[in-house]
């Protein structure tokens, strides 16, 4: 997609291309390099995650701590912020709440991938 009709889907479909723009220093070239790295990375990452959670270890916590990380930076803050949730539950240790709120986590993550694949063709 040209880089305006991209950046108004991204915006239409809830995510923050502004902020993932600033991020990117105001280049659509490589926004859209970031986001193919982050939609690359997210079939494996998923996998982990969700093996990781019922684990509750050191590795959850530092996957979903890049997961908020990333999501931010491109502007996804509806993932962000729910990686953030799963972030300090993890350094609680309360496995309880990781694993009934996994699902919410991974549909999420799963919904802002098909967002940016519309966009990075």
């Known amino acids: 997609m040209e880089e305006k009709e991209g950046l108004a889907y991204l915006r239409e479909h809830g995510i923050d291309a502004d902020a993932g723009m600033r991020y990117a220093d105001t280049c659509y070239e490589f926004y859209g390099q970031l986001i193919s790295i982050f939609i690359e990375e997210y079939q494996e990452k998923r996998e982990t995650a969700e093996k990781e ?69």
């Open 53 to 121: 959670a019922k684990k509750e270890g050191r590795e959850y916590t530092v996957l979903v701590h890049g997961l908020k990380n990333n999501a931010k930076a491109l502007g996804a803050f509806s993932l962000s912020e729910l990686a953030y949730e799963h972030e300090k539950a993890s350094k609680a240790g309360d496995g309880i709440y990781i694993l009934e709120h996994l699902e919410e986590l991974l549909t999420e993550w799963k919904k802002t991938v098909e967002i940016f694949k519309k966009i990075n063709n």
